[in-house]
Structures are given as structure tokens and as C-alpha cells.
């Protein structure tokens, strides 16, 4: 079983509609991220939470918004998506008290398409 | 601007030989560094780590070096195989932040040929 899941993987969606995205995750991580992917330009930070009171933005959070219901859950929100919001977005998590303490671990992406 | 980069886009390789994938870096407070190898249609995976008191470090068919003089971290791949075709990503952290943010850079493309 995958220890991160993102739901859903691929969706097309029209400009205005209001999107969410959603993370789990079986690891027991209290740190959760959410980034996004563009061809050439890697990976960028959206959001990110170091446990369920926790959320800060990260370089790019202009036009999303994002909710950690729980440890193992983090939602990434488009209010109103827009055509420059097609992307690959990640969910990652990581645990600040393992050896590999810096190292994240990435779900296996949602595809978004804003038409 | 990014703080963290490739040399080079893309990288081809014939099956066998082995693989040099370049980063340069501009925060000299970096203090750790990772690879990770993103397949087609998956999310980045951990490759290997090296801490900014080393210059280098081995993992199985995988070398990372680092040159902090000129700010340059490098993935060694030897004998390269179709499955190693990928892109990869290298991402820092910087020696003040201790929240464990990591800051990527925009990868590199390698292509494993027959």
C-alpha cells in the first residue's frame, strides 16, 4: 500500500470552478506539503504544515488555500481555478525525528487541467 | 531567483557507461543536500543525502560529491541502466532553517539508450 495517496490523480476542470485536492498519508508524519510542478521549472512550495495547528504559506500560495483536517490529511484548494494553475501538484510528507529528518516523501501527483 | 539549478536539461547515456548529473547551489548556509529520481508519472523518490561536512558520499551504483568552494553538488550513476532513465532533482536546505523546507532544482532529464 502506498504511504502517501493522492485523490484525485488526473481532472479537468473549467475556468472559476472551485477545486480541491486531497492528501493522505500512513507514515505517521506530522509534516505536510503541497507543491506544485511545471515543465522546466521543478518543483515550487504551495503550502506547507508542521502538524494540524500549523500552516504556513510557501513561495507560491497566491490563489490556493489549504486545510489539514488531521495528521494524516492535508487538502490543497483552488478558490477559482485559472488556466496557469494547470500543473502537477505533489503532496509530501516528512518526520522531523528520523535520521533522514530533511528527507520528504512525495505521493504520486494530481494532474490538474484548467480550461 | 532559484537558488538551486542544473547545468544541464537533459542528459543522454548509452547503457553501461556512467552518469554525471550536475547542480550548482548559491546559499553558501546550505547544509544538506538531496538527489531524488522522478520517473514518468510518479512522484520524486529519495536517491541519496550528503550533510555539508562531507564531500562525498556512496550509495549502491550512486556517488554524490559536493563542492562547497564553488557551490556545486554532482550524482554519479555508474553503469547505467534503462531504469535509471528519469529526472532528477537535486533540493538543499539551508543551515538556519529549522523548519526542513527544501528548496529544488528544476532537473535534469536522463536518458538511458541501448
Known amino acids: 500500500d502506498a504511504d502517501v495517496t493522492q485523490t484525485p490523480r488526473n481532472r479537468i476542470t473549467k475556468t472559476g470552478k472551485r477545486i480541491m485536492l486531497e492528501c493522505s498519508q500512513t507514515?505517521?508524519?506530522?509534516?505536510m506539503y503541497w507543491y506544485r510542478q511545471d515543465p522546466g521549472l521543478g518543483l515550487r512550495l504551495i503550502y506547507y504544515s508542521f502538524d494540524v495547528k500549523d500552516i504556513n504559506k510557501g513561495e507560491i500560495s497566491d490563489g490556493y488555500s489549504v486545510s489539514r483536517q488531521a495528521q494524516a490529511k492535508f487538502s490543497l484548494s483552488l478558490e477559482s481555478a485559472i488556466p496557469n494553475q494547470t500543473a502537477l501538484y505533489f503532496c509530501?510528507?516528512?518526520?522531523?525525528?528520523?535520521?533522514?529528518?530533511?528527507?520528504?516523501?512525495f505521493g504520486p501527483g494530481t494532474r490538474l487541467t484548467v480550461l | 531567483g532559484e537558488s538551486v539549478g542544473l547545468h544541464l536539461p537533459t542528459l543522454s547515456v548509452q547503457e553501461g557507461d556512467n552518469s554525471i548529473i550536475n547542480c550548482a547551489y548559491s546559499?553558501?548556509?546550505?547544509?544538506?543536500f538531496i538527489w531524488y529520481k522522478q520517473e514518468s508519472g510518479k512522484g520524486p523518490q529519495f536517491i541519496i543525502d550528503?550533510?555539508?561536512?562531507?564531500d562525498k558520499r556512496q550509495g549502491q551504483r550512486v556517488t554524490v560529491l559536493l563542492n562547497k568552494t564553488v557551490k556545486h553538488l554532482s550524482l554519479q550513476i555508474a553503469a547505467t541502466q534503462p531504469g535509471d532513465s528519469a529526472v532528477y532533482f537535486c533540493a538543499e536546505k539551508d543551515r538556519g532553517s529549522t523548519l526542513g523546507r527544501l528548496y529544488f532544482g528544476r532537473g535534469t532529464q536522463l536518458t538511458v539508450w541501448p
Open positions: 509530501a510528507t516528512s518526520d522531523p525525528s528520523g535520521r533522514l529528518y530533511n528527507e520528504q516523501f
Open positions: 546559499n553558501s548556509a546550505s547544509d544538506y
Open positions: 550528503i550533510r555539508s561536512n562531507m
Open positions: 507514515k505517521g508524519h506530522d509534516r
